[in-house]
């Protein structure tokens, strides 16, 4: 969703929780000053112009947990696959 990917792209911007916290509760006021609307025409407009600010916020390095694909920890430690040992042969 739109709400979802502002909120991530703000956190890509800002990895401490206490100070994003701040910028959630900001996005979170837009979208609820909008939640109203039902104009086609100016949800089309409203769309257009928060894509366009995501696009233009967007983060080069956005924050990927270590463990999500992608992340630094990600698939690091695999498990050793189970093999059955060679068979035995006579000499």
């Known amino acids: 969703s739109l709400y979802r990917r502002a909120l991530q792209t703000s956190l ?3 990895v401490r929780r206490d100070l ?3 910028q959630a509760m900001n996005i979170r006021d837009l979208f609820e000053a909008n939640k109203d609307v039902t104009e086609p025409r100016q949800l089309s407009k409203l769309l257009q112009e928060t894509e366009a600010t995501l696009q233009k916020w967007k983060h080069p390095d956005p924050y990927v947990p270590p463990t999500a694909p992608g992340g630094s ?3 690091r430690n695999i498990p050793c ?5 060679p ?3 006579d000499v």
């Open 20 to 22: 994003w916290r701040v």
């Open 73 to 75: 920890k990600y698939e």
């Open 81 to 85: 696959p189970i093999l059955t040992p």
């Open 12 to 14: 890509s911007w800002s």
């Open 87 to 89: 068979a035995k042969f």
